[in-house]
């Protein structure tokens, strides 16, 4: 942990748990199985229609693009009837996660303990240099690094902020918060040593549908009006690669999901479903213990979908009571190609009700982690 927080001190505000998660070739091959079905829907020429409504009146943004340039997948390590280990797809984003600091994850992690021979975090046969090249490639398109941009919403406030800076020191690409954006004409500029600088490409890590939350100074620009720029990913794929998505999949890894405006008749065992809202971020307003009551008490229940609860598996021995696990899977989708694929991983252990840092705040054993796949 020293070793770790010295890169960048002070800039890990989230729990790092004690241990990796060791998964063998019958689970990973499983949760690749799964990570492809999902393409396949992902890259239907009708995908764009089938999730026109899925973009929020008002969060339309121009230059949307052919693709996402990232795909981030969550699987719960759950237990079937049977008692077996099978993941559960939990949920999904076209949108960037701890990209970057996963290669100083990995990296550190390996330096202090012996991973057993055959394991590796990376996966499709990359390795940490191929994989940094594939995330440059992609960030940075056919730009300058100093003409492309990590925009984020005060990225020093951010608990991600260790990726920001892992960000530039393995892509070389600034962070810049929006209110430091300037524009003469539709062009957008950022100051750095006296100079303004041309921004050609956003790193997008906005989560637009927390824009309208912020109060940000006068004078802020617009970041949804035409400008003369390019997006990785485009905020559409935020939107079209969500929650959304979840009841148009169809396979043994993914809970049976329906948006609630559609459902018909409501469950009469929602002891067994979950309620989540569609556009919300890091768990916030799901409901786990599902009540009628909450069910009518949804004003806008297109906007909201009930999936079947999964029951995660106490997979992770600790010292004390064993530890549940999700994985998310990194995706990345190269220009000129068919398909995104599979390169790297996070997994988040976690003893509370939810996983995610805020729900495990007293607990060891838990927190930030990742895979180590075997080969």
């Excluded at 906005?206 to 990785?232: H, N, S, Y």
């Amino acid at each position: 942990m020293h070793d770790l927080y010295s890169y960048f001190p002070g800039d890990i505000e989230f729990r790092v748990a004690e241990t990796p998660v060791f998964v063998d070739k019958v689970f990973k091959q499983m949760v690749l199985d799964a990570c492809e079905s999902i393409v396949d829907v992902i890259v239907r020429p009708d995908f764009k229609e089938l999730t026109r409504q899925a973009i929020p009146p008002g969060q339309q943004v121009p230059n949307e693009t052919e693709y996402s340039d990232f795909i981030a997948f969550d699987f719960g390590i759950c237990e079937n009837d049977e008692g077996h280990y099978v993941p559960q797809l939990i949920e999904m984003q076209g949108f960037p996660t701890l990209f970057a600091y996963q290669i100083l994850h990995t990296a550190i992690t390996k330096k202090h303990f012996a991973i057993p021979e055959g394991y590796d975090t990376y996966l499709s046969g990359y390795d940490e240099q191929s994989y940094t090249n594939l995330l440059k490639e992609v960030i940075l398109g056919d730009h300058h690094p100093e003409n492309v941009i990590l925009l984020e919403i005060y990225p020093d406030q951010q608990k991600t902020r260790i990726d920001f800076r892992c960000t530039q020191h393995y892509i070389g690409i600034p962070s810049i918060c929006l209110t430091e954006l300037k524009s003469i004409g539709n062009k957008l500029y950022y100051t750095a040593d006296g100079r303004d600088i041309e921004v050609k490409r956003i790193y997008n890590r906005i989560i637009f549908d927390d824009l309208e939350k912020q109060q940000l100074p006068e004078g802020t620009i617009d970041i949804r009006a035409p400008w003369q720029v390019e997006w990785c990913p485009h905020p559409a794929w935020f939107y079209r690669i969500s929650k959304y998505t979840l009841p148009f999949i169809k396979s043994p890894y993914v809970p049976e999901t329906h948006f609630l405006d559609q459902i018909g008749a409501i469950p009469t065992d929602l002891e067994h479903w979950v309620l989540k809202p569609l556009f919300s971020f890091a768990g916030q307003g799901v409901i786990i213990d599902v009540t009628s009551e909450d069910v009518a008490g949804v004003s806008d229940p297109h906007n909201w979908i009930l999936q079947r609860k999964v029951h995660y598996a106490a997979a992770i021995q600790t010292p004390d009571v064993p530890a549940k696990a999700e994985i998310r899977v990194f995706y990345f989708w190269k220009k000129g190609t068919q398909r995104p694929v599979a390169v790297q991983n996070l997994a988040r252990l976690s003893k509370g009700k939810m996983i995610g840092v805020r729900y495990n705040a007293d607990k060891e054993w838990v927190g930030s982690s990742l895979v180590f796949f075997q080969k």
